[in-house]
């Protein structure tokens, strides 16, 4: 195509998009000016002015003007000792290879980490995670404006990993909290913290899911998922809405390589202020306690104790002696249903539940047994220490490709080599097959299987039978695992 075509032809073209803008405006009146600014939508209850001033245009900047002065960072250190190598001490290495001076090894070495915090009290109280803090023997606390504080530690509980630190200052800045339990997935949300020790800030993303539990992060999980860029330093800092109100305590991320990958986890504020509250209470987090060890009710177990409708509830496993459980008459194998008149979701959800209520609370449980509801009624203890986490030999005889397990005879002898107590009663798992429904089930080698559908096991032959007998339905066990029960759900192939 010639110079001069090509000219001819942008010319037409820019001639005829002006055409068409004029042609538009004159059959819309309407369309005037420069286009007005879109602003999202808000509702009357959503927030105030913070929100009314996030647009398409000046995007989240209103909010992280009004949160950025209110998250501090935190820089810790502590001396950890080194274990010295007795290679470096031994005469004969130092004959050969030099004087003991010059192959001393540092018997101490000072290790620091950075992290985040939430200014939320006017008076210098900073909310951030107990592992920023943990052991540390200096606290400095940057703010902002560059001001530097020296910290200490008010309190701080590993369980939920939350602490909260005191600086010496007033009419500080702060985060106003919000209500994490109207969380709700898909939101808006933004990161603030300090990654990688870069300085101040801020990522957006919105709200992956919410009450995120069974990670094995902390004791007591009830985490906000975001996507928002969360990194190693982030640790403390605050997860806020479009309303600048703190909804998290950034936490942790999963991650291959220590980076980010849109997989990040912050406790709930709602707990971070529970926590903090008991904190400044007692000094300390004092947890109402029921006393059993439970587990999921997967939709096997739901049908194996007949219970109807969709999987719920909380199954017991085992109950502590004297505890508020067994003064309240609960048993193995019982089913929580609800607590207080609520429903119990799963397992999960019920220790959150009884460790947000205070010891010496009268709560009331609907249970399960035997295929009939009833209500319990149980004064909570305070939850103590180590529960902090509401747990003639024959030949060894198969099930054949039912289960796929070998089983033998539980003597004395082998449960002291398990560890149990020596009056344990039932059948010692020996050997599982790759692929087959006990191992799919997650039965292990050295599993002790106490009962099958309620009936308590004490030979090989009497599991043989219960096996034999259960044809193609589910088989409910109870197996003592080193001394901790849990029910299995197993259906014979």
């Known amino acids: 195509?010639?110079?001069?075509?090509?000219?001819?032809?942008?010319?037409?073209?820019?001639?005829?998009?002006?055409?068409?803008?004029?042609?538009?405006?004159?059959?819309?009146?309407?369309?005037?000016?420069?286009?007005?600014?879109?602003?999202?939508?808000?509702?009357?209850?959503?927030?105030?002015?913070?929100?009314?001033?996030?647009?398409?245009?000046?995007?989240?900047?209103?909010?992280?003007?009004?949160?950025?002065?209110?998250?501090?960072?935190?820089?810790?250190?502590?001396?950890?000792?080194?274990?010295?190598?007795?290679?470096?001490?031994?005469?004969?290495?130092?004959?050969?290879?030099?004087?003991?001076?010059?192959?001393?090894?540092?018997?101490?070495?000072?290790?620091?980490?950075?992290?985040?915090?939430?200014?939320?009290?006017?008076?210098?109280?900073?909310?951030?995670?107990n592992h920023v803090i943990a052991g540390a023997e200096d606290i400095k606390i940057s703010l902002a404006d560059k001001r530097e504080f020296k910290g200490h530690v008010v309190g701080s509980d590993p369980q939920t990993d939350v602490a909260l630190v005191k600086i010496d200052a007033k009419g500080l800045p702060v985060v106003p909290f919000g209500d994490s339990s109207r969380t709700q997935v898909g939101e808006f949300a933004l990161a603030v913290g300090n990654p990688f020790g870069v300085g101040e800030t801020v990522t957006m993303g919105i709200i992956s899911a919410t009450g995120r539990g069974g990670l094995g992060i902390e004791d007591y999980e009830d985490f906000i998922q975001t996507d928002a860029a969360v990194n190693p330093g982030n640790s403390g800092g605050a997860l806020v809405n479009v309303r600048g109100e703190l909804i998290g305590i950034n936490t942790a991320i999963v991650s291959g390589g220590g980076g980010n990958q849109g997989v990040g986890f912050a406790v709930p504020v709602n707990m971070a202020r529970?926590?903090?509250?008991?904190?400044?209470?007692?000094?300390?987090?004092?947890?109402?306690?029921?006393?059993?060890?439970?587990?999921?009710?997967?939709?096997?177990i739901a049908k194996a104790f007949g219970l109807a409708g969709k999987p719920r509830g909380a199954l017991v496993a085992d109950v502590t002696a004297k505890s508020p459980a067994e003064r309240a008459g609960i048993?193995?194998?019982?089913?929580?249903?609800?607590?207080?008149?609520?429903?119990?979701?799963?397992?999960?959800?019920?220790?959150?539940?009884?460790?947000?209520?205070?010891?010496?609370?009268?709560?009331?449980?609907?249970?399960?047994?035997?295929?009939?509801?009833?209500?319990?009624?149980?004064?909570?203890?305070?939850?103590?220490?180590?529960?902090?986490?509401?747990?003639?030999?024959?030949?060894?005889?198969?099930?054949?490709?039912?289960?796929?397990?070998?089983?033998?005879?539980?003597?004395?002898?082998?449960?002291?080599?398990?560890?149990?107590?020596?009056?344990?009663?039932?059948?010692?798992?020996?050997?599982?097959?790759?692929?087959?429904?006990?191992?799919?089930?997650?039965?292990?080698?050295?599993?002790?299987?106490?009962?099958?559908?309620?009936?308590?096991?004490?030979?090989?032959?009497?599991?043989?039978?219960?096996v034999k007998q259960a044809g193609n339905q589910p088989l409910l066990l109870l197996i003592n695992r080193s001394g901790d029960h849990l029910y299995v759900a197993l259906t014979p192939r």
């Open 331 to 466: 048993r193995k194998g019982d089913i929580i249903l609800s607590l207080n008149g609520k429903e119990v979701a799963d397992s999960q959800e019920l220790r959150l539940k009884v460790s947000m209520l205070a010891p010496g609370t009268t709560a009331s449980l609907s249970i399960f047994r035997d295929r009939q509801e009833r209500d319990v009624t149980v004064t909570l203890g305070e939850s103590p220490a180590k529960a902090q986490g509401e747990g003639g030999t024959a030949g060894p005889e198969s099930s054949g490709p039912r289960l796929g397990i070998s089983v033998d005879q539980l003597t004395p002898q082998i449960a002291r080599e398990f560890g149990l107590s020596p009056d344990t009663k039932g059948v010692v798992v020996t050997d599982v097959t790759p692929g087959s429904a006990a191992d799919e089930g997650g039965l292990q080698k050295g599993d002790v299987i106490e009962e099958v559908d309620r009936r308590p096991m004490v030979s090989t032959d009497q599991f043989q039978r219960a």
């Open 274 to 300: 529970s926590v903090m509250e008991e904190i400044q209470k007692h000094g300390k987090v004092v947890r109402g306690w029921l006393g059993v060890s439970i587990q999921p009710v997967t939709a096997d």
């Open 1 to 129: 195509m010639k110079k001069g075509t090509i000219q001819v032809a942008l010319i037409a073209l820019i001639i005829g998009a002006i055409a068409g803008v004029w042609i538009s405006s004159r059959m819309n009146p309407s369309v005037r000016g420069p286009v007005a600014p879109v602003a999202f939508r808000v509702s009357a209850d959503s927030g105030g002015d913070i929100a009314g001033q996030v647009s398409f245009l000046n995007g989240f900047a209103p909010v992280a003007k009004r949160t950025l002065p209110a998250v501090v960072n935190i820089a810790s250190s502590k001396i950890v000792h080194l274990q010295q190598s007795p290679f470096f001490s031994d005469p004969f290495f130092r004959q050969f290879f030099g004087n003991e001076r010059q192959f001393r090894m540092p018997r101490e070495q000072r290790q620091k980490s950075l992290g985040s915090g939430v200014i939320v009290n006017a008076d210098g109280y900073v909310l951030t995670n």
